[in-house]
T-cell receptor
Framework: AQSVTQLDSQVPVFEEAPVELRCNYSSSVSVYLFWYVQYPNQGLQLLLKYLSGSTLVKGINGFEAEFNKSQTSFHLRKPSVHISDTAEYFCAVSIIQGAQKLVFGQGTRLTINP | KAGVTQTPRYLIKTRGQQVTLSCSPISGHRSVSWYQQTPGQGLQFLFEYFSETQRNKGNFPGRFSGRQFSNSRSEMNVSTLELGDSALYLC??????????????FGQGTRLTVV
């Protein structure tokens, strides 16, 4: 079975500071990796995904993530955050073979302070 | 192009009652999947439907059921509601059967409160 661990439940940062949201996964088979964002009272929106190829993936809103197979990590980064980035961020995996379902981490609440 | 529409947005029910939630996928999308989101358990997969057939099911009791109609709209039903069923229920649609690299588009969710 697959599992996802988001190491920080809450991350407070100041506006224009860099941020890294950490995600580690566990799986006995190859997986695809995703980051989703959830704004207050909204559904989930896909930020970026890693399927294959370059391990550095760029997404929307200036976010990027790096897949590290040896460390089974997929950390999300942004060099300079804005107040509008305040949201909950979810890391998720899906297995490459078979009927797919997304397995989500517990989420990281990113709070941007002015 | 309209997004995924879930109705109602908010719902309050009493223990023991049953509830039906609705999800209209993006036009042309034939796959609908359902997730339950709670503070304690996070986001958990309930089931996926494609072309009116259930393709995959999560680890939920039989009180949770669903169906999909010929127009791809899906309903989720929960019978004999328990307090622990209080959650945000999210629906996601995709154009293809939910393969690993298929992007799923989520609705805003239905917040169910059981009292």
């Amino acid at each position: 079975a697959q599992s996802v661990t988001q190491l920080d439940s809450q991350v407070p940062v100041f506006e224009e500071a860099p941020v890294e949201l950490r995600c580690n996964y566990s799986s006995s088979v190859s997986v695809y990796l995703f980051w989703y964002v959830q704004y207050p009272n909204q559904g989930l929106q896909l930020l970026l995904k890693y399927l294959s190829g370059s391990t550095l993936v760029k997404g929307i809103n200036g976010f990027e993530a790096e897949f590290n197979k040896s460390q089974t990590s997929f950390h999300l980064r942004k060099p300079s955050v804005h107040i509008s980035d305040t949201a909950e961020y979810f890391c998720a995996v899906s297995i490459i073979q078979g009927a797919q379902k997304l397995v989500f981490g517990q989420g990281t609440r990113l709070t941007i302070n002015p | 192009k309209a997004g995924v529409t879930q109705t109602p947005r908010y719902l309050i029910k009493t223990r023991g009652q049953q509830v039906t939630l609705s999800c209209s996928p993006i036009s042309g999308h034939r796959s609908v999947s359902w997730y339950q989101q709670t503070p304690g358990q996070g986001l958990q997969f309930l089931f996926e439907y494609f072309s009116e057939t259930q393709r995959n099911k999560g680890n939920f009791p039989g009180r949770f059921s669903g169906r999909q109609f010929s127009n791809s709209r899906s309903e989720m039903n929960v019978s004999t509601l328990e307090l622990g069923d209080s959650a945000l229920y999210l629906c996601a649609s995709s154009s293809l059967p939910l393969q690993a690299n298929t992007e799923a588009f989520f609705g805003q969710g239905t917040r169910l409160t059981v009292v």
